[in-house]
């Protein structure tokens, strides 16, 4: 029997929708908000591409490699805490309580709480970076430049805050909610993939915090001894382990769950203890939860800081073994979709968006963990070069592929409305083509010798023409979204308006029938 | 999608797992904080160079401290107890004991920061002294908030085994934040 907390109450309606903990409307909330933002950063990373391109060797010219920079930065950080986190985080939250049988989100009010912190120390992010501060500046700074530097580390750490919050409601949702006699197996891989991220977020994320506070420590008040200095780098170098392999992993781990979901086959209850049941879905429900659990534990990366540890960490054992094993997974995975779709035991159309965008998102990981093997190997000197920018690419554009994916996959559960096929289609197509181009790029880069943070010199220019090209199809894929996105909730919000005001004109005539 | 039935009982109070996973990840930002600290002041003493000049810290206060968060973690694990057990007027007494010996933590960390007479910028080392035992004092002052919030609880409702759930998820958090005392203890105030 259902409990009083799991017994499923009424979904509110209208304003108190958005100010009531329902998942229903939390999910999307996030989910449109981030595709908002997702498309704004498209435009920044854009922008970006194209300076890059207009100032191949910044030279003296510190001012343009200023605004380089914060363009550069904020796009990192408006990709991973504005877009792929509370938009994997706002699928999950939708999903999650119907994939494992619960009504509910476990603290409804606090997810509710973690949207709106995170949107407000999102307006902080941007307000902030945009009136001078941003996450270090590279040629001084003033001290009014200073303080929005310091406001800008505290907005990012209510975002992440926000996030993690988000990331334990879900985690406690499966757990703790899901039906008696129910396993973690039986909840699907997209449970299993967010439970499994909150657990990486939640050995991340502080650490990415504790950096933070260090840094806030030292910058306000008196005059700082190193870590809050601004103007010369060294704070972004403090926090730029979170972009780079592994830490950046940790994005993929939903990715793999929304894919496998979509992809794979759900094995049949009945072949669970059976010695007939198909080895397909027998590797579904043992082989995916394993390869996604491998790939999370070697995504944990707060132990690896380059400004702490040194830069010779990165030639030790554990460092190199980690990001060269991170590629089984992710080929296991690789091997068991493609081994559906030979056999035709796909869950799916092969040519729906949402298989189109899930297996674009299996094959940007795929290709993204080999781009990370090859970093990992000393002698190629890839360390520190635009191969960081290539892995940082792959991982945030897969990430987001598989958000198109479970959008168009699951819109009628999230939107009460359906996305157009061709528009998620098209925009799947040009977010992998983006990825693709985005990663040879910066890796040709990387092979080159251009660092990551600055422009090297001549001779990338038709590499850099491609990287700007693949972040043109990025903002066009966006811009697709977000149009669908906009359409769909407002297809939603109609058909459920009108099947309210149908309700009520039924509850209307029963009334005057009683009376 | 394929979608199970809608669920029965929960198998273990979402409010234990939620605590579970908050206090973890408190603890990990905290310890990721003292191994900063340790890394950066192994650095410093491999250059030859001194991090807190000897004296600086005594070590008297930060042995006192150790001592009553341990007396807080007994006085909250009591406060369990006596919710499974009904005890209301034990309860009450070892929530507000347990509230008092958090303040007992302040106050001695008060004479720790006016004794050492440390400025945070007066050097790395005391930078990261005052992060750590700064994030640290964080630290016990949402284990007492989250505590004075479940001695709010008993007052004001039902004492007994509807709260026990939350007084051992703030129990939980007290005696996480113990732990986290323990490593400043040992890594910051013994090892200094």
Redesign the interface.
Same mark, same amino acid.
């Given at each position: 029997?259902?409990?009083t907390?799991?017994t *499923?109450q009424p979904s509110p309606t209208g304003l108190k929708s958005v100010i009531a903990g329902d998942h229903t409307t939390i999910g999307p909330l996030f989910i449109i908000a981030s595709v908002i933002f997702g498309a704004a950063a498209a435009v920044v990373g854009v922008i970006s591409a194209a300076e890059r391109l207009d100032h191949t060797s910044f030279g003296d010219d510190l001012n343009a490699l200023n605004d380089w920079f914060w363009s550069w930065s904020l796009y990192r950080i408006g990709i991973i805490f504005l877009v792929v986190m509370p938009l994997l985080l706002g699928i999950a939250m939708t999903?999650t309580p119907?994939?494992?049988?619960?009504?509910r989100l476990?603290?409804p009010r606090?997810a509710l709480g973690a949207f709106w912190a995170w949107l407000f120390g999102a307006v902080i992010v941007i307000v902030a970076s945009l009136s001078g501060g941003g996450w270090d500046k590279l040629n001084g700074v003033t001290a009014n430049e200073n303080d929005a530097i310091a406001l800008t580390l505290l907005g990012t750490g209510m975002v992440i805050f926000a996030l993690?919050t988000g990331a334990?409601?879900v985690?406690?949702?499966v757990?703790?909610?899901?039906?008696?006699?129910?396993s973690l197996l039986? *909840?699907?891989p997209l449970a299993w993939s967010m439970m499994v991220t909150?657990a990486v977020w939640?050995?991340t994320?502080?650490?990415f915090? *504790?950096?933070l506070?260090?840094v806030y420590?030292?910058m306000r008040?008196?005059?700082?001894?190193?870590?809050g200095t601004a103007g010369n780098g060294d704070i972004w170098r403090q926090l730029d382990w979170i972009f780079e392999a592994p830490a950046i992993y940790g994005l993929a781990i939903p990715a793999l769950g929304i894919a496998a979901q979509i992809l794979i086959p759900?094995a049949k209850a009945a072949d669970n203890n059976s010695a007939t049941a198909h080895p397909i879905e027998i590797a579904k429900r043992i082989g995916v939860p394993v390869a996604i659990g491998l790939f999370a534990t070697l995504a944990f990366g707060?132990w690896s800081q380059d400004f702490?540890?040194g830069a010779e960490h990165r030639t030790q054992l554990l460092y190199v073994f980690d990001g060269i094993v991170i590629a089984v997974p992710m080929l296991a995975i690789f091997g068991l979709v493609t081994l559906c779709a030979l056999a035709g035991r796909l869950n799916v159309s092969m040519f729906s968006t949402s298989a189109i965008a899930a297996a674009a998102a299996v094959k940007i990981l795929v290709l993204t963990t080999i781009a990370g093997a090859l970093r990992v190997i000393e002698p190629l000197e890839l360390f520190d070069t635009r191969a960081d920018t290539a892995i940082f690419s792959g991982v945030a554009l897969a990430a987001i592929v598989a958000g198109i994916a479970a959008i168009w996959?699951?819109t009628p559960?999230t939107f009460c409305s359906r996305a157009p096929q061709p528009v998620g289609a098209a925009a799947a197509v040009f977010m992998g083509s983006s990825a693709v181009l985005l990663i040879v790029a910066h890796m040709g880069a990387g092979f080159d010798g251009a660092v990551n943070m600055i422009a090297a010199g001549d001779g990338i220019d038709a590499l850099d023409r491609a990287a700007l090209a693949g972040s043109l199809l990025f903002a066009a894929a966006m811009a697709l979204v977000l149009l669908s996105t906009l359409a769909v909730t407002v297809n939603g919000i109609r058909s459920s308006t009108a099947t309210n005001n149908e309700g009520m004109s039924n509850d209307d005539a029963t009334v005057g029938a009683s009376a | 999608?394929?979608?199970?039935?809608?669920?029965?009982?929960?198998?273990?109070?979402?409010g234990m797992?939620?605590t579970l996973?908050?206090t973890?990840? +408190?603890v990990? +930002?905290?310890c +990721?904080?003292v191994a900063?600290y340790v890394?950066?002041r192994q650095s410093t003493l491999a250059d030859g160079e001194v991090w807190l000049a000897s004296g600086t810290i005594e070590m008297g206060p930060a042995g006192m401290m150790m001592a009553t968060l341990l007396l807080g973690s007994i006085t909250a694990q009591w406060a369990v107890q006596a919710s499974k057990t009904h005890d209301r007027p034990h309860g009450f007494i070892a929530l507000g004991l347990t509230l008092v010996f958090g303040a007992a933590v302040l106050n001695q960390f008060w004479f720790v920061y006016q004794n050492t007479g440390l400025?945070?910028?007066d050097?790395?080392a005391a930078?990261?002294f005052?992060?750590v035992t700064?994030?640290f004092i964080a630290m016990l002052i949402g284990a007492m908030a989250v505590m004075l919030v479940t001695t709010l609880r008993a007052l004001l409702g039902t004492f007994g085994r509807e709260l026990a759930h939350t007084t051992q998820a703030s129990a939980l958090f007290w005696h996480a934040m113990v732990i986290c005392y323990f490593l400043i203890w040992y890594g910051v105030f013994i090892t200094k």
């Open positions: 029997m259902p409990t907390e799991d *499923a999903l119907r994939l494992i049988g619960a009504s476990a603290f606090a993690l334990i409601v985690a406690t949702t757990i703790a909610h899901r039906p008696t006699g129910v039986d *909840a699907g909150a939640m050995f994320l502080p650490v915090v *504790a950096n506070v260090i420590a030292d008040g008196r005059a700082p001894i190193s870590y759900a707060g702490f540890a996959h699951w559960e | 999608m394929q979608a199970l039935p809608l669920a029965g009982p929960s198998r273990i109070r979402s797992v939620g996973f908050a973890g990840a +408190a990990v +930002a905290f +990721a904080l900063i890394q950066l400025a945070i910028d050097s790395t930078l990261m005052f992060v700064g994030s």
